[in-house]
């Protein structure tokens, strides 16, 4: 555990792009504060581990060193190790702060005693820009209290209720499609196009800070659906101010499929149960239903979502070990 | 020592004396004035209900009124605690029953409170006047039919964000008609339907009655007659929806509010048409303080109601505000004082609203009152930070939460370590903080030097090392309450200051990286600690010992480790062997 410290020296100062030069100059003057203050705090340490918290020196040199990203610590032997690492596989989605050139990863903090935020290894620059964290996957954050959260809810269903008059009759419909097995009928389109608020979700993309959105009203099938995204996110990409360069690469080499599964990237959307599913792997109609919004991720991150049927137990029992 | 005044009138004077500092103060100066100031003692605050326990309180104060309860840590308000961690107020209640028979006042916040600890209260107390349940669980409107018929003398029921199992409405009914002592009543988290008619009775037959605060189902159409009942009122919650606008009801209801002459504080307006809210317009200029952080009112109509409530103390607004209705609110509101901004879209991945940084630099420059500050927001920079530390020096809490993690100064992509740094610098008197964005070790840095009045500090997601957390523990000199949550702070910063803990109300820290190792030692060597291991996973000794905790929750406390831990709590004591695994 000791020895972990002493490797977090490289680059914990976080600057990012192009501050590092200026947090240099700041810490070095604060460097020398902070060792003073480590070497009286040292030994006011009432227990037994020796305190090396005078590491504090390396501590202030974020700028300089590790390319001013934040550097991951080198893991010693200690278990420490296995559960600084990022999960990724088997949480979905990972998370990717937007426009920042960190793109830490964590799990969600109830699944399981791993839960540290430990950044990611890379360096600044090849730093991925992910689009928008999930923050609903999150426990407890935002930090909004349960019942404004109803509130919330409450204050959407009243919204949605004034705009949509056929509102009983699509509960109906709802309920029916829980009860009944899917029986490739189209009659679901039908009825789903009179939710007109239903039109409309956003779509963001990994390396996009900014999202789009869809009329899913527009569409019969998945085919038209990824025809229509492949437009707006792969040949009108002049239009959107991407952030690094790399991403602008990304994008013109990828003009794949996004349904086949042979491109970089893969699309994917949110249920309303929260989860994230594989587009395609359901009937039109039901996942016209349960659509909240959709995300073109990165294939190497969608790897692990579960299809549709998969056993959620399955997902939540898998652990870091 | 002998002195040659008697008991009484020192006792006399000693009632003049509410705080309970100088109390303790007091009580501090001779063995006699200890005794003489325990026996007059009506008031007691329990910060942490663990602390301390009910047969040490009441040995130490035999004549305690009023007593406040607080259970469960702050962060059981996101779901952090696993439900039945722990909180009752059941034991508190039974030892004041047989204790203080003439116990007045209870206030409980995040408790467990059963329908039998409401029936004690009912019958036991038999003075009862104020119930306040302050985000509280375990009880239903039974227990509250209870106290309607038998609280005779009641003048406060509040049960604010508490949640209850709402079995029927007619709970109030139960309120005798001899019944006229009701003064305040806050039922807004109830959701069955009340008999409107029951409470008519109730509000016309009380003529002191200030406060009603009621649940979003009250129908519009009800309002002004209940309003016409209680024009004294000062403070009113109440949605306002309808189905349609009828002119007749538009004018009824413009009527009512404009008859409430004394109404200072307004709040609820759930599902509020925006074309009835002219009718709020001739009471703006008296209210201090309007909560629509329930109301789904958008920017025009705010800009016009905000502007017209010159006296306003405090605001609570959904982000609909937005930036230039923040920027009419510091034109208009010069003696603002709190201002809290909540998300409307709070898990949506881009901003629904044009709010950013820049309402809150706005009203941080034009309002020159302002000392308490929650803001939600999607962006946030160094410069702004800055600005607002400099514009206000007098805030004591600001709590910043930008919603999406580890978002760094939009402008310059780094951490927003100095625009904290300056608010904890130029903020001399700042009591209450909570960081949020991109944040290094720096940030700790600066509040461990500047943070010298900080006692109360939240923490999501920042840090790089146990540095971070050292800084704190070891500068923060008035520090009581330290929450953590996803930072990389693990075993050394928090033994290096162990014995910062025991001068600290508690600490929590969540997916942190204290080891089991850690806290086993702690428990060991700090038997006025309750070191508590929440590990809902399984026990932690089926682990190796360097495997971080999952939750962990620290309190300075007299009466060693509790007796009530479900199953996936553990303290450590000093019987935990250190093992090698």
Redesign the interface.
Known sequence: MDSGLSSLGGGSGGACGGGSSTNESVTTVSKVEVVEQMSTEASSYPGEAELELGLGLSLGTGGGGGGGGLVKPKQPSSAWGEYGRILTAKDFPSVLSNASSTAPRFSNSSAGPVSGTKRAADSAVSQEVGSATAASQVVGWPPIRAYRMNSLVNQAKALAAEDDKADSENDKFKDTLKKKPYTGSNKNNSTVKEKGHLGFVKVNMDGLPIGRKVDLDAHACYETLAQTLEDMFFRHNTTMPPIRSDVEKGQSTNLSKLLDGSSEFVLTYEDKEGDWMLVGDVPWGMFLSTVKRLRIMRTSEANGLAPRFQERSERQRSKPI | MGYSFPEEVLEHVLSFIDSDSDRNSVSLVCKSWHDIERWCRRRLFVGNCYAVSPAIAIRRFPELRSVSLKGKPH?A????VPHEWGGYAYPWIAAFAKAYPWLEELRLKRMVVSDEALELIAKKFKNFRVLVMY?CEGFSTDGLATIAANCRNLKELDLS?SEVDDVSGNWLSQFPDSYTSLESLNIT?LSSEIRFSALERLVGRCPNLKTLKLS?SVPLDLLPNLLQKAPQLVELGSGL?TKEVHPDLYSKLAGAFSGCKGLKRLCGL??VVPSYLPTLYPICVGLTSLNL??A?IQCPELIKLVSQCQNLQRLWVLDYIEDTGLNALAESCKDLRELRV?????????PNVSLTEQGLVSVSAGCPKLHSVLY?CRRMSNVALSTIARNRPNLTHFRL?I??????D?I????L??GFGAIVEHCKDLKRL?LSG?????VF?YIG?HGKKLEML?L??AG????GL??VL?GCKSLRKLEI????F????L??N??KLETMRSLWM????V?YRACK?LGQ?MPRLNVEVI?E?GHPDS??D?????KLYIYRTVSGPRSDMPSFVWTMDKNSALSSS
């Open positions: 962060f308000d996101f779901n952090l985000s964000e988290s979003h929806h759930q599902d952080s329930d789904p909540f998300p409307s879209d709070p898990f949506g991945q881009e939600f939460c919603i999406e993690r580890f978002r760094p939009y310059t992509l780094e951490p370590d100095v909570s991109l944040l290094t070790d720096r840095e030097s939240s999501a997601f790089d090392s146990d540095l050292h800084h070891s949550r996803d930072c990389p693990g075993d050394k910063a033994l290096a162990a014995a969540s997916a942190c990286q080891s030692l060597k590990a996973q682990s190796p360097e495997y971080p905790v999952e």
